[in-house]
Each structure stands twice: as C-alpha cells, then as structure tokens.
C-alpha cells in the first residue's frame, strides 16, 4: 500500500509563505500523476493543483501565482511552495495521487480518508 506523509504546515501571518513537503516511494511517482487538496473545516476537499508525469502543471484559480507544485526526484518529494498567504488558505493539506477516482472520492467523501494531512492557519 503507497504511504503519503505530508508535512510543513503551520501558522502563519498573510502574506507569509510555506512550503509543504510530501513523501512516498519512487514508484508512487512513477505510477502517478500527484495532486494537492486541500479542505477548510465544514468545506469541501478542493483539488488546487496537480503534476502530471509528463510535467504539466495546474493550479485552482485561488491559488494560482502565489503557489508552485514541484518534485524533488532525488528525495522522491512533492513540494508545494504557498507564497502570498491568505487567511482563506487556512485549511488541512493532502497531498493524493490524481486519478479521476481520487477526484470523485473528494467530491464524495472529502479529505480526510486520506490521513491527518498537515494544517496550515493563515492569520489577519
């Protein structure tokens, strides 16, 4: 079974930056495009932005200029860089391979059957 851990969230003022971490195995981004969701309390879990294999990227229109999906291939991690921070970024981050099932489970069930996920609070 693949194991994602993410990590590197925190409290932070708007206009602060993070950069989240997540680690799986080589084969885990070998196999799969990878994805960054994220859900307020009581909100859906939103899919903000994903990277293909082949390199493509997309990012949600909440977030898209201030972050950046990138992989590390030496340490086999996904980082997402959260720059320009808003309070209404304060949500559980998940990173999730990207298949369209993983999209239709979020609309179903929401995030947290993906683990604890890694918290950020943006305050005002």
């Known amino acids: 079974e693949e194991e994602l851990v993410e990590s590197g969230g925190g409290s932070v003022q708007t206009g602060g930056s993070l950069r989240l971490s997540c680690t799986a195995s080589?084969?885990?981004?070998?196999?799969?495009?990878m994805g960054w969701y994220r859900q307020a309390p009581g909100g859906p879990c939103e899919l903000i932005s994903y990277k293909r294999r082949d390199g493509l990227t997309w990012y949600s229109a909440s977030v898209r200029g201030r972050f950046s999906i990138s992989l590390d291939t030496e340490k086999y991690v996904l980082l997402l860089q959260m720059n320009d921070l808003k309070p209404e970024d304060t949500a559980t981050y998940h990173c999730?391979?990207?298949?369209?099932?993983?999209?239709?489970?979020?609309?179903?069930?929401?995030?947290?059957?993906w683990g604890q996920g890694t918290l950020v609070t943006v305050s005002s």
């Open positions: 080589e084969r885990t981004f070998a196999r799969w495009d």
């Open positions: 999730q391979t990207d298949p369209v099932e993983a999209r239709l489970a979020a609309t179903t069930y929401g995030c947290g059957g």
